[in-house]
């Protein structure tokens, strides 16, 4: 189990990172929407290894191909299978890890839980299994972009110490891809990469914080206990690998705050009869049902355990020893993380909006 | 929908703040449990309004009725049904937000999904509902414990700006109810208690952080993919009223850190062949999956919303007005939410300790 | 678990046939709903014990109460609880199955699953847990007659090899209730009670079958591969205690048709652009989605196990007895079962409603 | 949604008949079984198409491919993904159907539900989605017998009025396989089989019944209310194409007993302590949970719709016409069906194992 998200809009992904391919299962699409594969490809080549010194360098081309699903462009309501096959694995890389554990990765719970494991690659627990998530999160986008015209952009937030300063009311996706890391501060962004080469030619790696808004969300989506928008937000984010934190809204920063500077007022909108908020440090979510404001979250990354230097570790057997990594690794993986952050934004949008209109109908 | 929780154990609410009761129903309980109803009531109490100048005045007894389930104290296997029955609910006190939206709660968004609301309390949104989670979390507490020695404690780490020092190891529950805030640490638990006195007196609220420790976890619970333990553990802290932010671990610090600091060297543990980390920055999971390790997450909470003054907001119709809040709220919620945050740890990781044994099977 | 059906309209029950109560939560009811409560107890009357001497002399008055989720007379979108208190459980007539397993009974299996069992009574397991069912498809009812119109009817088909000639078209619920045995064509209807009162002298039991209707149910609702509407149904009628087998459209009397006897063909219907079919023999579901045309299913009910004469059995220890059942059961369950079996079909319909409607929207 | 069936053993597939193939996924497959890719392989030689004169004529290899899962012949614990791809697909047979519902198929349902159809083919109401069913019900056969030691062996038991007399107790793959209509008794298959092709020479089809036994599932099997293990296989069997009927034990023939003949005697079993049944009328299940008796079931079949003459119907603008299907179809689908009864029943019985052991632990 656990390879499962979503109960109306579900999808279920597979795959190894060594093995025939990652693929995904989305069920319960709505009928009749149109499907751009472009739009898809692009989102995975945002993610893919190999685009240049700040992330891994194994070449994956990384193309998709739609197995099911589709008829003339559109979403016929049935399961979309989407399959990206593996070819530049690099067994080799992991011979060390067969009996070694390699330090903060899964190594030792899959084998603490399953008993079994493929060592040659993170197996489910790879940062590969997000091409799938990312794939059908582009799918996600399209079914809201084209039921409600939802728009949605992720960006680089903070790398190591570094923080940025974004307007997450404008920023747009030709910000966030005007630089390599992804971080449409130009200024800061020059900061966190040098930070990235620096911590890469010392063998080492940084963490990283990802914040993501969600525009043209229709008020209602959510429910009001365990199903919160921004519960069913954080269960998604802390899935993807190095995930350690997450944030609705102002997030940790509102325990500092009083009930009098957190609280936004409501206000008239545009039209008669509209209603919105003031100033919008809830997030766009109040009892976990979006309130029609940008939907804002942010997500912490550990950074990335694979370090090239020696390390302690145990043995199989329990015997002490040390793991010195080889292969290929991202020295931080928050420029790539972007398009998954997306993605499983749009998948709990996407599901939440299909579960809104079954309970409570089409009422806009 | 959104009102279960869990796969296997799983958590059913049901309940408004203002109406007969509050409930919950726990399937799939492991039967041959012994419950204790008094363990049961000491979570409530610790829960329960009325309990000091700290929290809210609204004085309600909650003493838990069990309807099924147990039979000769031990659990049966079947849904144990609890109920929580109202007393002291004062309607009077909302008859202002009969056609008035309070600002940053669920007033305008509860509205706005289901075109109708019960404007005598806060409904489903209201924090009264988690007078069911903690019921249901002592139940699940219980399983915990007497299937694998679980023992979990929370306490409270942060009001406003003020940080707490705690370790995390040793804390205990006498140390947690030393105090009326529930901070083990007693000089800043003073100064959270006087924050907190300030607040109230004008008026105000205020936001904190609980820190929860699970030990005793054994290694193996959790999914690599979605449902990775700290993804479900996100996901019901989140749910929790006022709940803004989670962290797993180190959470948010760990972005800023580097690989060679944040990584948990593996080492051989007491007995031979047994395995264990030097440091425990990963919060006991990796990849999603418990590794042996006291399990650490930290819960981020926003100031209460009821603030007693004027503030803008607008009319269901649309029209700018204010609002004036009356009736008991708590000035800060964070000493009564502790119970409420172990509950849900218990929650999740008894469903995930049921997971585990189904798919894996019990190879302790 | 198992004690939840449905995915957005979803029911879980709790409560043994010996203990505080039964009752349900009913998650997912779409807000706004009128729900009278008299209708509730209507079906409720139909389902009770000791109406007459067909049935079992229990005497319980099976009020029920509303705990949460509904205001001024509508369903505000939030769980709905129903709770039914026990009153005449006696007990003093199980003693005998504290150690004895009663024949094609639950008690062995009961006690092979769990390890413990309540021995009161058939606890889960009892036909009692229906009172609950019962309550909640009540609600489904109301749903589905406000959302779309759709009215459902039971009634007893077949009594031991007695078969009844019912025309599923206009069968009303007066029809139904003019007799005791609830089936609608009088002459067999004295023939089935004639039988029903000659096995009660014997001390013995007979099965039978109920035919079930829903008439007004719009096309599209169902889905085309695991949860077709036929195969949820099945689940939901297979559920209930006693029945042995379901029939979708003709059921086993269409093995033994050639395809173009069986074939429904389509023709125009009453308005331009209407389609419907000419005949019936699918039961108004192909490929798993409703056509549009009436519902009809049937469901096969063994005699109940509870034969007042002496039967061979073993004991918890496995050495061979005698047991001669005591205590108050009905000689046949098809009378009583008829709003059982409306219910269920009331249930899995809504589910169905909601989730189709979420997934491809309101086109009606 | 409705493409997965299963809890925690649990199957998701995906494809139309006419596309890039069709699949499963896996999910939550113990660790560390044997996976036979031979045994995978010869259940779906038993189902595919073109095995002789009583079966549809398509040529597909039907060769499974394993994208992920396993590793050096054993299951991770993770998704196991199957896919065959499709090729001897012929959409020119179907360009009449683009705009014209064949009668009794899920076209104007499918049209109905969704607005879209892939008409080259059955899309998902095709028959060849099961095969996707069939590989991943071997993969489930493997679980249970590696586990627990569990055999499922499906005949045919009745072609139109022909019926056979089976032993359930003894019937072996073996004498299932001795014949191609897949009927144990010689004689009737000789019947079964003339009456096959006399339809087929006239451009009908024929019904047919199904029934399956499994031996060696251990008691406790099952939940007491909804998921009931007969209600599950219910569900599972009626999601097959054109299955309409259901039997667990005797089925509706037990409408027509008396309690006193249908009662399953408890006696003392083979070793000390055993409990058995002295007859199994049961069918291995009471109060929906297995008492380690063989669980027996039966499915009915309709005749395939595709019949080979002139049928009357109507247009998508709801005009009559009349249709004349052309095309490879089953005149009789029982003996395929075979391998897709016994998968859909290894299926349920799997999720049922594991769950059971996940509330109740191993106590074998």
Redesign the interface.
Known sequence: ?????G??F?V?????SH?????A?V??????VTIDLNSIQLDLDRRRPGQGELVSQRAEADKV?????L?EG????????L?VRNHDADPSAYADMRDK?R????D???E???????WQGG???SAR?TVARVAAGAIAKQVLFQLCGVEIVGWVE?V??VIADIDSQQVSLADVEANAVRCPDGLKAKQMEALIQR?RAAG??????IGVVARGVP??????????L??????????I?AA?????????A????????????????AS????Q??TN??GG????????MPILASV????????F?E????QS????TTIQPRGRHDPCVVPRAVPIVEAMMAMVLCDHL??????????R
């Open positions: 189990m656990g390879s499962s998200i109960r109306l579900r279920t992904t597979f795959g190894e093995g025939g391919g990652l693929g299962v069920e319960g699409c709505p009928p009749g191909a739609v197995l099911s699903g008829f559109k979403s016929l309501g049935s399961p979309i299978a399959l554990f330090p903060s990765h899964a030792y719970t899959t603490a839980k399953y008993g079994v494991r493929n197996g489910r627990a299994e903070q190591g110490p911590v080492d790696t940084v963490g990283g914080v008020p209602g989506l959510g429910d009001p206990v365990f199903d919160k921004d519960a069913d937000l954080a269960k998604a984010m802390l899935s690998p350690k934190g997450f944030g609705s809204g102002l997030g940790f509102s325990a500092t705050m009083q009930g009098s500077e957190h609280n936004d007022a409501f206000v008239p909108g008669p009869g509209d209603i908020t003031d440090r809830s979510i109040q009892g976990g049902i979006s309130n029609g912490a990354f550990k950074p990335v355990s694979t370090v230097m390390q302690r570790t145990v057997d329990g015997e002490a299909l579960r809104h209109r079954g309970q409570c109908g089409d009422r």
